[in-house]
């Protein structure tokens, strides 16, 4: 922990604008106030960067936007689409140009959670594929400098974990560990259904050809369940394996917000 916050301090104070790189389906929860702080006491601009829009409809992207706005500039990029990438690029040019660095690089540094798409946008923005990126977190091993062209280098950084190591919810929710890995399995596709229905309730009904008609998350699952035809020998549905079902579907991005 106590190397994770000098790392973060060390690329605050090398970089000249700092891209805060969050999940664009939980962009609160993926936010970090140590990291935001840091970079505000050091007096330094930063993006918060939208990623994997792809996997999030207009309306949440919206809503996430007015809701960023006051905190700092929000970019929404899909890594994978290869959108928003131009955008990103510009106004990183624009805010090194307001805070007077000119004649030399643009140093960028990424900071995010694990898995969120650092290496990725690194890439995107890049063009190229210069930053290794990987579906299993923990791939960014240390610091790496990236040279974008047109006079940016990147930062690319490991994404430690600053939030509680036995947060499953979050582990879960960011592919950290896979459903086979997590003790609450079912405790974990609960609060994913609850997460999806309070933004995307219809994604939900589509993705698993279901009707949402009030139940609660445990209800939903049971629908879930008896779509799929994930039954025990008695009838009842076999909760571990929708469970699982659920959050593999979430990891891999078949399940929208
Ligand atoms: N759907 C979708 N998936 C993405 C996007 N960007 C990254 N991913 C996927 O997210 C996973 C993690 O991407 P990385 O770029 O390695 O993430 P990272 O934050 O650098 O991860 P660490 O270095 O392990 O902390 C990979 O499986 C990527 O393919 C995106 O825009 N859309
Ligand atoms: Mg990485």
Redesign the pocket.
């Known amino acids: 922990m106590a190397s994770y916050k000098m790392l973060v301090k060390d690329v605050i104070k090398q970089a000249d604008v700092l891209l805060e ?1 969050v999940d ?1 389906r939980f962009p609160q929860e993926t936010r970090n106030s140590h990291v935001e702080s840091d970079i505000i006491r050091l007096g330094k601009p930063f993006i918060i960067v939208l ?5 999030v409809s207009r309306k949440s992207l919206e809503r996430s936007k007015s809701s960023l706005s006051p905190v700092a500039p929000a970019v929404f ?5 290869r959108s928003g990438t131009t955008i990103l690029r510009h106004k990183i040019m624009e805010i090194a140009a307001i805070n007077g660095i000119k004649d030399r690089d643009i140093l960028v540094g ?1 900071l ?13 923005v890049t063009g190229r594929h210069r ?11 240390g610091v790496q400098f990236v040279n974008a062209g047109s006079h940016i280098k990147f930062i ?5 974990i600053p939030f509680d190591e036995h947060d499953e919810y979050m582990q879960g929710l960011l ?1 950290i560990k896979d459903s086979t890995h997590l003790k609450d399995t079912e405790g974990v596709a609960l609060r994913i259904i609850e997460k999806i229905c309070a933004e995307n309730k219809e994604a939900l009904e589509a993705a698993y050809n279901i009707t949402i008609e009030g139940q609660d998350s445990y209800g939903i699952m049971e629908l879930i369940g008896m779509q799929s035809n994930f039954l025990k020998k008695k009838g009842e549905i076999d909760e571990m394996r929708v469970s699982k079902k659920i959050i593999d579907d979430w990891q891999r ?1 078949a399940l929208v917000t």
């Open positions: 790189i664009a990623n994997k829009c792809d996997l990029i899909s890594s994978k689409d990424c995010g959670y694990p898995n969120v798409g650092k290496s990725s946008v690194i890439n995107g930053a290794g990126t990987s579906a299993i977190s923990g791939h960014t091993k690319d950084t490991p994404g430690v592919a991005g």
